[in-house]
Structure formats: structure tokens, C-alpha cells
């Protein structure tokens, strides 16, 4: 996917994007942070970072998406290159290429799979040889999403979503996402589900994910998994853009098998039956005006990898 060159001797890795198929929201904690209890996967759509010494720190990026991200010290990946310099008094400098394919505040985790991808790039790049529990710890202190964007597949994630589990699934899954063109703030949708939650005096149990869903994974099958999609932060993300609901019910009608908000949205997800039966519904879903842009991807799919470099 590589469209412009990257520097000589550069680190180069691919990382996906995520959708929570569940997503269950607890009480807010003191920290601010609210408990999770959600199940991600990692689906093939896929940003790349590359990772160079450079005589300052600089990010630059190409793809659909590019003009939408902080070019300076806000950038996810920035921040993470910073942050392991810092931790091992590395006293070098990284030029960051970002060639980026995930939709941006989209509820994908974009930003995430960034500094995921950066992490690993620059323990490459400087040969620290750091271990998956470091790396997962640092990744934590970045967001709650970044440990997943290095770990991919299919996950437990619990704690405010940082806390890792294994679970049991089979298959792949098809997957239609319907992106919007402007994104929702992830701090915004949370505090619209506490308001949405105080207002109606909601009493907010402990996080679980449910039975269905992980017996749906386990099966394999993608009808059982679509009835199991579900988002507590779909409420919110519908109070502060309803059209949101009409294009979930619209992706549903027109052959769906489960269509869900994308964690805080407002991408919406669609799983289909198959291959063919995506095309199918992005067709239909193209046709309706509902939505900016529709991808299509497979889950599960690994999480942020090196990319061998090109022998010459
Ligand atoms: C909603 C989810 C679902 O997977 O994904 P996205 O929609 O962002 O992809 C995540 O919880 C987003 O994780 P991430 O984007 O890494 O969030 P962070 O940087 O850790 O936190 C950003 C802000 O989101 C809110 N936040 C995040 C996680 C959490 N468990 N409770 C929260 O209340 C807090 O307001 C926090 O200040
Ligand atoms: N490298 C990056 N890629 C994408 N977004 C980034 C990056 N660095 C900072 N951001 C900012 O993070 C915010 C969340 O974006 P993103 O992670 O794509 O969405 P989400 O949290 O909905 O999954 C946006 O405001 C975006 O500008």
C-alpha cells in the first residue's frame, strides 16, 4: 500500500483497525475512565508507519485519510516514538511516514494502531528487543485501544479495555463498514452515554460480555455472531448523530445479518454472510446516499507486524 519512498533504512509496520463486536460500558470510575467489559477483532484494513532516523522529530502522511490527522506532538505515533526514546535514553530522533487506510475518528482505533505500529517500529529500529509485556505496557500508557492494536485477532479486553484476554473463536468474518465524513469524538460519546444514563436513571451494573456472543464465536458461525453484535455507546453515538440509526437500520434491511455502531462511531458495521454478500450489500448500501464511503474487510486478521524489508 506503500505510496510515496520511505527514508533508507527504515522500519516499516502494518497494523489493522479494530471493531468491537461487543461493547459493554460500565460505571465511570474516579480516574475518568469508564470499566469495559468488550470483545474486539482486528479487521483488514490497514495503516502503515515507518519509522527512519531522522535529525528531528517529524510525521508526515499520505492516504485518503491523511489531511485528517495532527501533524506535530499530538500524533499518536509521535507520542509513542517520544516515549520509548525517554524510557531507554535513546538520543535519537525519528522521521514517521504514515500511510493511512483506517478512517479517522471513526471508532476504528486509527490513532491507536498508529502508536501500536510505532512502538514496535522504533524497538526494531533501535534494537531494544523489548518483550510483548513491555510493549503492552507501554502501549496502555498511550490508550486504552493501543494494547489490542499490537496484540490483533479476536481479544477480551477488560479494565478500561487495556487488559487483554484470550477467547475461542473460529472462521472469518465479512464486513461491511460505512464510514462517515466527519468523526465523533471518543470523550464526547462517552459523556453523551453518562447523560443519556443519568437523565433515564439507568443503574449501571459491572461490564460482562454476554454467553451469546462468545458461544457465536466459538461457532464460527456468522449468523449466530450478527444477532450477538451489540455496543452500550450506540445510544450516544445515535443522540449526537441520528442519521447514524437510519443507516444501521438500512444496512440491516437490505441483508445485513447485524449492524452496530463502531466503538464510540461513527463508522457502522455490517457482517455478512459471505464474501459475495458483501459486495452485495455495499452495492445497496452505495445506492441509498446514507453514508460518504463503504470498505469492505475480513476479521480476524494479526496485529501490528514488521514488514520485511525488500531485498535488493
Ligand atoms: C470507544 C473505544 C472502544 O474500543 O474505541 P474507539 O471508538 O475510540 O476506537 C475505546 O474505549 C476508546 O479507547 P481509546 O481511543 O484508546 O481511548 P483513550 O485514549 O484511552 O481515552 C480517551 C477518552 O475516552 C474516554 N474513555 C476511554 C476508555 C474508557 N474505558 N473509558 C472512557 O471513558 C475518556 O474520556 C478518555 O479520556
Ligand atoms: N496517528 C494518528 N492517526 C489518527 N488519529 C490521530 C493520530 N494521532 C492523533 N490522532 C487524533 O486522535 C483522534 C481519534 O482518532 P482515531 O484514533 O482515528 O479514532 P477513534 O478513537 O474513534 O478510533 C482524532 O482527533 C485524531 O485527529
Not at 104 to 111: D, T, W
Not at 178 to 192: C, F, H, K, N, R
Request: with cysteine; glycine share 10%; net charge negative.
Amino acid at each position: 500500500m506503500t505510496v510515496a519512498p520511505t527514508l533508507p533504512g527504515a522500519v516499516t509496520v502494518r497494523v489493522p483497525a479494530k471493531v468491537n463486536l461487543e461493547l459493554r460500558v460500565g460505571p465511570r470510575r474516579p480516574d475518568g475512565y469508564h470499566a469495559l467489559a468488550t470483545v474486539y477483532q482486528a479487521v483488514s484494513l490497514h495503516d502503515e508507519v515507518s519509522v527512519a532516523r531522522w535529525d528531528d522529530w517529524e510525521v508526515v502522511a499520505a492516504g485518503p485519510y491523511a489531511e485528517r490527522i495532527p501533524l506535530d506532538g499530538d500524533n499518536l505515533a509521535v507520542r509513542a516514538a517520544r516515549l520509548v526514546a525517554d524510557r531507554w535514553q535513546v538520543d535519537e530522533r525519528v522521521s514517521i511516514r504514515i500511510d493511512k487506510d483506517i478512517p479517522v475518528a471513526g471508532g476504528m482505533a486509527g490513532g491507536s494502531a498508529d502508536a501500536a505500529a510505532t512502538l514496535l517500529a522504533c524497538d526494531h529500529l533501535w534494537g531494544l528487543g523489548l518483550d510483548r509485556d513491555e510493549l503492552a505496557e507501554l502501549a496502555a500508557s498511550l490508550g486504552s485501544d493501543v494494547p489490542f492494536s499490537l496484540a490483533g485477532g479476536n481479544a477480551m479486553g477488560s479494565g478500561r479495555g487495556e487488559q487483554l484476554a484470550p477467547v475461542l473463536a473460529r472462521g472469518t468474518f465479512h464486513w461491511v463498514f460505512a464510514i462517515s465524513d466527519t468523526g465523533l469524538s471518543t470523550p464526547q460519546v462517552y459523556a453523551e452515554c453518562d447523560r443519556l444514563r443519568e437523565r433515564d436513571g439507568v443503574d449501571v451494573p459491572e461490564p460482562h460480555v454476554s454467553a451469546e456472543l462468545m458461544a457465536a464465536l466459538r461457532s464460527g458461525e456468522p449468523a449466530a455472531l450478527g444477532a450477538a453484535l451489540h455496543n452500550d455507546l450506540e445510544p450516544a453515538a445515535f443522540s449526537l448523530r441520528p442519521q447514524l440509526r437510519e443507516l444501521r437500520d438500512a444496512g440491516v434491511e437490505f441483508g445485513a445479518l447485524g449492524g452496530v455502531v463502531s466503538g464510540s462511531g461513527p463508522t457502522v458495521a455490517f457482517l455478512t454472510e459471505s464474501h459475495e454478500a458483501s459486495l452485495d450489500l455495499s452495492v445497496s448500501l452505495a445506492a441509498s446516499d446514507l453514508c460518504r464511503d463503504l470498505r469492505r474487510a475480513k476479521g480476524p486478521v494479526h496485529g501490528a507486524q514488521v514488514v520485511p524489508a525488500p531485498r535488493d
